[in-house]
C-alpha cells in the first residue's frame, strides 16, 4: 500500500537531517555506500537486487527499425495478459539523427514511414526524437515487441503518465521552421518545435503526432495530472522557469484545448524561489498561499513565455525538472536550486477547489521541503517518483557518476543503484503496476534496466 502522505511529513526532516556524505567513485573501482559492483559494468546496485536489460540503443526493433539513443522519461502501463507497455522518451536533437531509429536510413526513409512523422525535415533530415514503446514479460523477463510509437519530435525529455492511459511526451526545445544552421544545411525543420504531444500506451505503432498547442510552447520538462480534475501541472527546465496548470476544456481529452496558467505566491509578486545568494530567501517547511495567473499568447513566435509570466506575478524556479503525483498534492525538483546550486525538492498541494471560482477560498500551498547541501547525498535531483513503500525515489544528473536515492519518511538517505561506469545521467525512473519492478534508463548511449528483487530491505 502507498504510504505517501506519511512521507510528506516525515520528509520536512530531510532539510535538517544530518547529510549522508559519499565519494563519486569512478571507474570500476569500489561502489558507493555498500552497493555491490556490477561485474557486467553497467549498473552497481543495493544488496538483493538485480537487473534485466529492456532496452538498449541500436538493437533492432519488431518494426525493424533501430533502438534510438538518449533514454530519458517513461512510464509503465498494465497491459493485456499480464504483460507492461513501457513508453519511453529519446532526448534526441537534430544534431544526433544518427542516433535516431532510421539511424543509417537517412536521408533516405519510406514514404509510408514518413507520413506519421511530425516534423519530415523536408524528407531530407526527419527530426530524430520522439518515443518507443515496448511490451515487456515480467514473468519471463523478456522484451515481446518494441517499436517507434511517436517520430519527428525533438528532445523528448520527460512527460508523466495519465490516469486514462497514456504518456505526455515533452519537447524541452524552442525551434523554428527552417534550416538548423547549427548542423550545417543538411537538416532542415518544417515544423515548430516546444510542445507536448500524447501518446496511447495501448499503441501498436505509430501514433498521429499531434502538438497539444493549448499546454503551451515553451521548454517542457514534465507533467503530472491530478486525477480528480484532469489537470495537468507542468515543469520547465529553464534557470529562471515557471510552474504550470493546464485546465483542459473536457478532462482526459487535451486536445480539445484548455487554459494555460502559471504559479504565483500570494504576496510576493514574481518571487524568485532558488535561495541563492542574490535572490530572496524562501524558507523550508513554511507552506506558501498561491495563486494561478492566466497567460495569453500561449503558443509564441518567440521563447517568452515563461517571461510575460514572470513580469505578470509568477513564481520563478531554478530549472524544474521531475514532477510526480504524492497523495493529495505534486512532488517536483529543481535541479540547480538552493544555496549550493545542488537542487530543491517543492511540494504543490492543490486548493479543495482546484481549477474553480471558489479557489481562493481556500488556495493551494507551496512548500520547500528539502535542499541538497555538498555534503548531502543527493546531488542535482532530477526525475523522480514514489515507491510503493512510500519513499520518494529521485534520479541524479550531476558531473560525476549518478545514482538512484531514496528518502525516507524520516529525512534519510539511501542508495538504491548507482552508475560508477560513465558520466551518463538517470532518467525516467518508474515501477511497474504492481510495484515489484522499478525501471530506469542510463540515459547515454541509451538503455533501459527493469530492477527486481528484495525490496524491503531498503524500507
Known sequence: MLNRRRFLQGIVAAAATPPVVYSCTKGKGPSRNGLVADARGLFDLAPGLDYTVVSRYGDLMSDKLHVPGAHDGMAAFAAPQGRISIVCNHELSSGRRMNSALAARY??????????????????????????????????????????????????????????????????????????????PGHVRDQKHGYVFEVPAAANGLVDPVPLKAMGRFEHEACAVHAATGIVYMTEDRHHSLFYRFIPDVPGELVRGGRLQALAVDGAASLPTHNWSDTPYVPPRQPLRTRWIDLEDVDPAENNLRLRGAALGAAMFARGEGLCVADDRFAFTCTIGGPARLGQVFTYKPSPHEGTTRETEEPGELELIAEAGTNSLLHHCDNLTMAPWGDLVVCEDTSSNCGIVGIRPDGSQYEIGSNPYSNSELAGVCFSPDGSIMFVNVQYPGTTLAITGDWSALQ
Not at 515487456?136 to 517507434?148: G, H, K, M, N, T
Open 107 to 184: 536521408p533516405e526513409a519510406d514514404g509510408d514511414l514518413l507520413e506519421r512523422f511530425y516534423d519530415r525535415g523536408s524528407d531530407k533530415s526527419p527530426s530524430p526524437g520522439g518515443t518507443t514503446t515496448t511490451i515487456y514479460d515480467p514473468a519471463s523477463r523478456q522484451v515481446e515487441r518494441q517499436f517507434l510509437s511517436l517520430a519527428g519530435t525533438e528532445l523528448n525529455c520527460a512527460g508523466g503518465p495519465t490516469p486514462w492511459g497514456s504518456w505526455l511526451s515533452c519537447e524541452e526545445c524552442f525551434e523554428n521552421p527552417g534550416t538548423a544552421r547549427l548542423f550545417g
